[in-house]
């Protein structure tokens, strides 16, 4: 079995060994979609955990474990709809955002990652 321990920033750029999996959307949602607390008892030290078939994954994220690289509109009635991974999808609420006053990044809450663990 293989383990991995990864560190990823907000571009996405993970810190892996060789050979690097490629970042296509369709991987990155199988990766999200597998995305999950570390409560294996290994690796304590990297919060999240992303098992992918025989591999394991454990995952430090630089900052947050999910980034939202879009927001989307409806034409129709104008919901918004935040994008991460590769397209996964989850309502744009603004009274779900928050700004750090240490490093000034806007934040917005994940309602549930598609394992369905509430963030």
């Given at each position: 079995?293989?383990?991995?321990?990864?560190?990823?920033?907000?571009?996405?750029?993970?810190?892996l060994p060789p050979p690097l999996p490629p970042?296509?959307?369709?991987?990155?949602?199988?990766?999200?979609?597998?995305?999950?607390?570390?409560?294996?008892?290994?690796?304590?030290?990297?919060?999240?955990?992303?098992?992918?078939?025989?591999?394991?994954?454990?995952?430090?994220?630089?900052?947050?474990?999910?980034?939202?690289?879009?927001?989307?509109?409806?034409?129709v009635d104008g919901a918004g709809e935040l994008?991460?991974?590769?397209?996964?999808?989850?309502?744009?609420?603004?009274?779900?955002?928050?700004?750090?006053?240490?490093?000034?990044?806007?934040?917005?809450?994940?309602?549930?990652?598609?394992?369905?663990?509430?963030?």
């Amino acid at each position: 079995m293989e383990r991995y321990q990864m560190t990823v920033n907000a571009s996405l750029n993970a810190s892996l060994p060789p050979p690097l999996p490629p970042l296509h959307p369709q991987f990155l949602d199988f990766f999200f979609s597998q995305f999950r607390r570390n409560d294996t008892g290994s690796f304590t030290e990297y919060p999240y955990f992303s098992p992918c078939g025989k591999e394991k994954n454990y995952i430090r994220p630089a900052c947050v474990g999910v980034v939202f690289h879009d927001l989307q509109f409806d034409g129709v009635d104008g919901a918004g709809e935040l994008i991460w991974g590769g397209g996964l999808r989850q309502r744009f609420e603004p009274s779900a955002l928050a700004m750090s006053e240490r490093t000034g990044r806007l934040y917005h809450r994940l309602f549930s990652t598609p394992g369905g663990e509430n963030e």
